[in-house]
């Protein structure tokens, strides 16, 4: 059973930014970020697997970057630019098998606890 722990979540202005965490107990082939906010369903932020492939979701527009450490079993989020449209629980998943590029919400079988953005205009 692999554990996820997010980390990083805060409170920012617009514009600015901060750095998410989501650290593995345990190999994960794929990570995800997800968020939710609230009265809305919970939707795919960006995805990496094991090799570096990654996949943003449009609403990125190249404000945010995905990355991971194999060596240390730990993901990031670089999010630039905020927007208020941005505030929601984010949330780590883990899939350990592929296919990852195309896996949905459903397909992940791990998840963290979540750790709360929220950006104020």
């Known amino acids: 059973q692999v554990q996820l722990v997010e980390s990083g979540g805060g409170s920012v202005q617009a514009g600015g930014s901060l750095r998410l965490s989501c650290a593995a107990s345990g190999y994960i082939y794929c990570m995800a970020w997800f968020r939710q906010a609230p009265g809305k369903e919970r939707e795919r932020v960006a995805r990496?697997?094991?090799?570096?492939?990654?996949t943003y979701a449009d609403f990125v527009e190249g404000r945010f970057t995905i990355s991971k450490d194999n060596a240390k079993n730990t993901m990031y989020l670089q999010m630039n630019n905020l927007k208020p449209g941005d505030t929601a629980m984010y949330y780590c998943?883990?899939?350990?098998?592929?296919?990852?590029?195309?896996?949905?919400?459903?397909?992940?079988?791990?998840w963290g606890q979540g750790t709360q953005v929220t950006v104020s205009s």
């Open positions: 998943a883990g899939r350990l098998v592929r296919p990852c590029l195309s896996a949905g919400r459903t397909d992940f079988g791990y």
């Open positions: 990496i697997n094991q090799e570096g492939s990654l």
